[in-house]
């Protein structure tokens, strides 16, 4: 095992561990935990064993994929304790709860998108596919994107139909979901400008 696979190996190590440190200490659990919430839990955990066998015993990665893997797994931490920092004094609900939204957090990674944890969280997925060279592992990183998905809709559902929808109408037009809208943002910009 080379020296950059070490690091990437911990490097992916820091972000799952963050994750679950998220998981266990951060996201505040309503009631019992959603059954969404623990279908995202066992794939995550499936996902996590396959991710560290196929990192542990490849060695097909180049030096372009392994550095491109560690930036990104840099990212994915960047961003997740960016979005604990500014959610701290009012930690989120964990995915597919049903309360109802208190309010729209839009600073820091909020700012350009949505749904900065999954963000992160698929930056790690996508990360452990690259730095393995192992194509089989892309679909762990589907499954994990079609879950995100539904939790960030059912999510959205949930301000749209809260005393919050107007406000977070305007803030969706601005921000994407998972990835930066920058066609707006450029928009918004523009009209500010004017």
């Known amino acids: ?113 949505r749904h900065p944890f999954y963000s992160s969280y698929l930056l790690a997925w996508i990360s452990g596919a690259i730095g393995s060279a192992q194509a089989w592992l892309w679909l762990t990183v589907l499954a994990m994107v079609v879950i995100y998905y539904l939790a960030a809709r059912m999510e959205e559902q949930k301000f749209m139909a809260s005393s919050l929808a107007e406000e977070y109408t305007q803030y969706r037009y601005r921000t994407g979901m998972f990835i930066p809208r920058l066609w707006a943002r450029s928009l918004c910009l523009y009209r500010f400008q004017k």
């Open 1 to 113: 095992m080379t020296m950059l696979q070490i690091i990437i190996l911990l490097s992916f190590a820091c972000c799952i561990t963050s994750f679950t440190w998220g998981m266990s200490r951060f996201f505040r659990i309503v009631g019992r935990l959603p059954s969404g919430a623990r279908v995202m839990l066992i794939a995550g955990v499936i996902s996590t064993i396959a991710h560290l066998i196929a990192l542990c015993l490849s060695g097909g990665a180049t030096r372009l994929t392994g550095l491109t893997s560690l930036g990104l797994y840099l990212i994915s931490l960047a961003l997740f304790w960016l979005a604990i920092q500014v959610n701290r004094k009012k930690p989120l609900s964990t995915a597919f709860s049903l309360d109802q939204p208190e309010h729209i957090t839009r600073r820091g990674p909020y700012r350009f998108v």
